[in-house]
């Protein structure tokens, strides 16, 4: 994949080069071209042009070589062209470089701590993103002395390597580099309700020592349904006295708090300069370009906003965005991605703990000239912008930020309490888990709670981690549906240990957004996030929906295609949908369009309501009162099988389900039975779409 680098600056030239007017030169057709008069017109045109742009250019702010640098807006996407690095490391007398395979941005948080420790064991430690650099440089690593790379990689999907780390993961697999002299040490992580738990970091941990490279420490799990940040911190608290051992080296003794970013503040920025939530390109959301992507979303307008449950006190939502236009394309089965908004009362009550003026614009400059990553966050812009756009201040904060609070605290008390919970001691981690993770406070609440710990705004806003785009399983077919595509999302709600009500921020957010209420249009940024959750190529191959509650969004997408198909005149298998909820009358979302689709003979539905008798009815139950069926989809007609929905235990119940049903009509042992199910999901024959 090619790597642009494009200046700031340029950027701005460009947009606004697009707006002028071309003006076309007829051709003469006669000697002379040009007579007198036309080269006067000429050059007074192009002197008038000339002074036009020029004045233009100054008046709409494009800087000057006099001005600060750091007065620029910074592109996230603005990165050196020079992918060596090799070449960085030596020249800034590094001897560390940690590479990231990261989604959500947690594996390249957790390899800046471990760059960052790394001056406490005289190895200056360095960030680097693999899709930006030369990877075939780690033969040369063994040049300097005492070097070690490290892996955070996450696994994604099924069993798969983060986008970033594609190219490297694929290089490993493809090549045979003796990599002889590279010392190296990996830390996954994954989620254990996975198949392919940690797939990723395993394998590249294999690879690396199978190609002659030297293993430091053993191979870190880090399992995300658990205690994600105690994995981490548990292996890294054993990787670094292995480090010393392996180089013969010692700790300087205590760690040293070292800022990552330099603060500056701009009082005079011309507005249209700053930032105002745009993902990378400034402007990029009122002068759209395609194509977009997780950089370049789209602005769409919300078209439907209504909720699908009919009682109760829970919400369902139904909402369709439109695409005409925007030249994006999805296929059924694919994932919607939003970029959500922190809610305002929050990002307030944050301004009004640290009595700070969230309207301030801020520059934070990594102060590390080698790094690719300039700014932690599009800059300039305010921090009002950078904790409702940027931070994500609503997730339980890691040890590494407690840490950094403690010399922002004055009561001896607040302060011992945030020592012991960044600490590694049993006591410490147990109190972690209680009052972080278990009672569910974010930094808001921890602020409340610890009325002494008044952290520097921008310090704060270097530690907390980005703010995620939220995926949601499309729920339409771009068969039916070209120019809409529609997501169906449950509002997260709900009341905390500590009293406090916790509002999902994306669902929360979309809530609000009533079209039906607005007489202007209501905006979303998003873009399609490609998927393997495929219908089969031939429509008469029968197929099996498991998706109780919202895992029905895919196959209501799955179904309309089918009907599609069959109004066409195409023969279509067998299409049995399993669907479970609470309550007929309450949840039983799109009951009157399934209902339709079992009129028109397109689907077979068995459904189940927990709760409408005495005794507890579930898919799973309906699935083992079915296993003929079943079998007869996947067993005698060669059919597909789908999931979608919780991964912890629905999914884990459904696939022994699956291997019983096999074993059981297929007439097979347990290992046959589990080579058949494991042939399947290599067909693609077995396919889940599932979270936890």
Known sequence: MAKVSLNPICNYIRTTMEVEPTVGAEQLMEEPMF??????????????????FLKNRQQSGVPTTDKSYFMQPTN?????????????????????????????????????????????????????????????????????????????????????????????????????????????????????????????AKY???????????????????????????DFI???????????????????????????????????????????????????????????????PF?????????????????????????????????????????????????????????????????????????NKKHPFPCPCSYRTALTHYLDITSNPRTHILKELIEYTKDPQEQEKLRSMASTTPEGKQLYNQWIIQDNRNIVHILEDLRSCKPALDHLCELLPRLQARYYSISSSPKVYPTTVHITAVLVLYETPTSRINKGVATSWLATKQPSKSEIPITTPIYIRRSQFRLPTRPQTPIIMIGPGTGLAPFRGFIQERDQFKEEGKRIGDTVLFFGC????????????????????????????????????????????????IWRVIGENNGHLYVCGDARNMARDVHNIVLKVVQQKGGMTESQALAYVKKMEAQKRYSADVWS
């Not at 990165?79 to 941005?105: A, E």
């Not at 690879?207 to 105690?230: F, P």
């Not at 799109?590 to 009815?617: C, I, P, W």
């Open 35 to 52: 007579g007198v008069l036309d080269v006067v017109l000429l050059v007074s045109l192009l002197g008038i042009g000339g002074w036009w």
């Open 76 to 200: 996230l996407g603005t990165q050196s062209t020079d992918n060596s690095f090799i070449k960085k490391l030596k020249s800034s007398g590094r001897s560390l470089v940690v590479f990231y395979g990261s989604q959500t941005g947690t594996g390249e948080e957790f390899a800046g701590r471990l760059a960052k420790e790394g001056i406490r064991y005289h190895l200056k430690g360095m960030v680097a993103d693999p899709e930006e650099c030369d990877m075939e440089e780690l033969t040369n690593l063994k040049d300097i002395p005492n070097s070690l790379a490290v892996f955070c990689l996450a696994t994604y999907g099924e069993g798969d390597p983060t986008d970033n780390a594609m190219e490297f993961y694929e290089w490993l697999q493809n090549g045979d580099t003796d990599l002889t002299g590279l010392n190296y040490a990996v830390f996954g992580l994954g989620n254990k309700t996975y198949e392919h738990y940690n797939e990723v």
């Open 204 to 230: 590249v941990d294999k690879r690396l020592d199978e190609l002659g490279a030297t293993r430091v420490y053993e191979l870190g799990l880090g399992d995300d349904d658990a205690n994600i940040e105690d």
């Open 234 to 296: 548990t292996w890294k608290d054993k990787f670094w006295p292995a480090v010393c051992e392996f180089f013969d080296i010692e700790a300087t003794g205590e760690d040293v708090s070292v800022r990552q970013y330099r603060l500056t503040e701009h009082p005079d920025v011309p507005n249209d300069r700053i930032y105002s939530g745009e993902v990378a390109r400034l402007h990029s959301l009122r002068n759209q370009r395609a194509p977009f992507d997780a950089k370049n």
């Open 299 to 371: 602005l769409a307008a919300i078209k439907v906003n209504r909720e699908l449950h009919k009682s109760g006190d829970r919400s369902c939502m139904h909402i369709e965005f439109d695409i005409e236009g925007s030249r994006m394309r999805y296929e059924t089965g694919d994932h919607l991605a939003i970029y959500p908004i922190n809610n305002e009362e929050l990002v307030n009550k944050l301004g009004e703990l640290l009595n700070v003026d969230l309207d301030t614009i801020i520059t934070l400059t990594n102060t590390d000239e080698e790094s």
């Open 582 to 629: 609470r309550k007929k009358a309450e949840d039983f979302i799109y009951e009157e369009e399934l209902n339709e689709y079992v009129k028109k003979g397109v689907l077979t539905m068995h459904v189940a309501f927990s709760r409408d008798q005495a005794h507890k009815v579930y898919v799973t139950h309906l699935l083992e009162d079915n296993m003929d069926e």
